[in-house]
């Protein structure tokens, strides 16, 4: 009597969803239908797992990468501060159009220098050409005669420091005072360019952006 409640049971429950099921077999072709089924839902989640995938990793790596962008920035940004600071407390006596490479300037690039090696935007500092003493001076920039341009290879990047010491900030629509700029640019390499080809292979990516800030004040001197 057992035996045929628990046939009937199982023909019931397989005719609800439509299979065929001898009672005689008992659950022998029910499991091999459940095996069929679990098989397939493996199968289908393994292609969804390989499709979403790439764009998984290409979400992680930008927002990593994005996010270490956000960061350089900020310490270029401080680095520019730091220098704009320490220039506009030195003495203007040796800013002339005919100096090439003031002394009042050296600590301010080292300013700069100090503060990007400091937050390892920087990793190589103070080896090989990657010194304050290496760095190559350029005057008369675009924002005029008072500015010089220097520039330190082999960082292993070449920084970039422009300071402009005939900055004439305008108040009320006349200049008051004399100030300074100081620029500094230092490249960022995106790690993104290369895994955007796992979506588009093939497509243009900028691998490299120059980032450059700008910090003023106002000479005290």
């Given at each position: 009597m057992t035996?045929?409640?628990h046939r009937r049971a199982v023909h019931r429950a397989t005719n609800r969803v439509g299979l065929k099921v001898d009672p005689s077999r008992g659950f022998s072709r029910a499991a091999a239908v459940g095996r069929t089924l679990r098989n397939d839902t493996r199968g289908a989640a393994l292609l969804e797992f390989a499709i979403s995938l790439p764009l998984l990793v290409v979400f992680v790596?930008?927002?990593f990468d994005?996010?270490?962008a956000f960061n350089q920035k900020q310490k270029i940004a401080q680095a520019a501060q730091e220098g704009a600071i320490i220039a506009g407390a030195q003495t203007m006596s040796d800013i002339q159009s005919t100096n090439g490479n003031p002394d009042s300037l050296q600590p301010v690039l080292t300013a700069v220098f100090n503060s990007l090696a400091g937050t390892n935007v920087l990793p190589q500092p103070n080896q090989g050409s990657c010194t304050v003493a290496s760095a190559a001076v350029?005057?008369?920039g675009p924002l005029g005669p008072l500015e010089w341009i220097y520039k330190i290879r082999g960082c292993p990047d070449v920084l970039t420091v422009e300071i402009n010491r005939g900055w004439l900030p305008a108040v009320g629509?006349?200049?008051q005072t004399v100030g300074t700029t100081v620029t500094v640019s230092y490249p960022y390499h995106w790690r993104f360019n290369s895994v955007i080809q796992l979506l588009f292979p093939g497509a243009p990516y900028a691998a490299t952006t120059f980032i450059s800030e700008t910090a003023k004040v106002h000479n005290q001197q």
């Open positions: 035996r045929i409640l790596v930008g927002i994005f996010s270490g350029s005057q008369a629509g006349a200049a």
